[in-house]
């Protein structure tokens, strides 16, 4: 028998592809059949040429040929089609045959599934801390570390005079937030004689609305906070105190002697932050807030950075500040010829670094917390029993 060259299949399969065959399972079959009827007539005597056009002759030639790879592909899906059907009909067979093993395997998938599922959610809340707010990425948190005289505090605070001499001194400095939180307060309307002790209050900058991604509903965030005795309260506050009216330019009486103006109404805080408040008091003129002593830790800073800032060369920036201005405090204090090099090589510790305002609710744990925090360690313990449950679940089922 002769057999086909090469150049034969070639020209065979582009002459097939220009007749319109472009299934490749059908392709690839009328290729074989045509050319074992070619090399048939070959090997007769015939010429490549006259031996193909004659097995073309035999389907039909261009419609033929067309219309067998119409029913080869008609036939080929209603083969799939009839397969799956016939599996998913012994799948219910034996689901309904063995309904007690069916009911447990498909009950313990579920479950644990949603269990998962459930934890998954917990986890990707945990994560998601403090995202809300628009320059997250660039609001750090100043944490102070002291140690001396065999105490150890990790603080949350800083000085009063920190936040200005950050501002003022350091270019890379965008904006600034201090906190002061002194507890719960007594809040009642003007004219009312009942009082509500409200908890989530703290003191803060009129710099707040500016930082931080705290819609303001009615009022200005621009002004809102700027003059002494105003407040500014969530909606909620707002409903419990005025129900049914506006809560702006009202005013407020906090422990039945301090009467301040409502100059803002912001919505409610996403549960979603490390810190959720109800009121926030401004704290213009407030004689704490101006101190210029470095060695009282009072006051939650917090920075914005301008954009391509790097934190960790700002943070670098920190043990001058510390020598320049606390030394020369600590040394009028402990008198004698006190420096920060012999403090610290005394085993000492005073200095200040950079916390991303993201980290906070899973990385911190110091003294004076805005609010108490979380733990990454519980992320990962969830997670991982999260993946646990769902292997065992996915196990137990394949082995029923």
């Known amino acids: 028998m002769a057999a086909l060259n090469d150049e034969h299949i070639a020209h065979i399969i582009k002459d097939l592809n220009y007749r319109g065959i472009i299934a490749d399972t059908v392709r690839d079959e009328l290729i074989d059949h045509i050319c074992s009827a070619v090399e048939q007539d070959m090997s007769q005597g015939m010429r490549f040429l006259d031996a193909y056009h004659k097995a073309l002759h035999s389907f039909g030639h261009n419609n033929g040929l067309r219309k067998t790879q119409k029913e080869i592909i008609k036939v080929e899906n209603k083969t799939t089609g009839l397969m799956l059907r016939n599996y998913l009909t012994i799948a219910f067979r034996n ?112 710099t707040f609305f500016k930082m931080f991604s705290v819609p303001v509903l009615e009022g200005d965030a621009n002004t809102a906070l700027k003059e002494p005795n105003t407040v500014a309260i969530s909606k909620k506050l707002a409903e419990k105190h005025f129900p049914e009216e506006s809560a702006l330019g009202k005013t ?104 991303p305002m993201t980290d906070i609710h899973l990385h911190s744990d110091r003294t004076a917390e805005l609010q108490a925090n979380s733990d990454i360690t519980y992320v990962y313990l969830f997670g991982a029993i999260a993946l646990f449950i769902l292997a065992v679940a996915c196990i137990n089922f394949m082995n029923l």
């Open 95 to 206: 689901l309904n045959k063995h309904r007690f093993y069916t009911l447990i395997n498909i009950s313990g998938l579920s479950i644990g599934i949603a269990s998962c599922l459930i934890i998954v959610l917990y986890v990707m809340n945990e994560l998601s801390y403090d995202k809300h707010h628009e320059k997250a990425s660039r609001i750090y948190r100043i944490n102070g570390e002291i140690k001396f005289g065999g105490n150890h505090w990790r603080l949350a605070v800083g000085p009063a005079p920190l936040a200005s001499v950050l501002q003022t001194e350091f270019p890379e400095v965008e904006n600034v937030v201090r906190f002061r939180s002194q507890g719960s307060y007594l809040v009642k309307r003007e004219g009312s004689t009942t009082s509500i002790k409200e908890f989530n209050v703290n003191q803060t900058d009129s």
């Open 252 to 355: 407020l009486i906090l422990d039945n002697k301090r009467p301040v103006k409502i100059t803002a109404v912001y919505q409610d805080m996403p549960t979603t932050g490390h810190f959720q408040f109800d009121m926030l008091i401004s704290m213009t003129g407030l004689d704490e807030a101006e101190s210029t002593n470095f060695l009282s830790n009072n006051f939650n800073t917090y920075i914005l950075l301008k954009e391509g800032t790097d934190a960790k060369a700002l943070e670098a920036k920190l043990p001058a500040l510390v020598e320049k201005y606390i030394g020369p405090q600590a040394a009028s204090i402990l008198g004698g010829e006190f420096s920060m090099e012999k403090f610290r090589a005394s085993g000492n510790l005073l200095e200040y670094t950079l916390m």
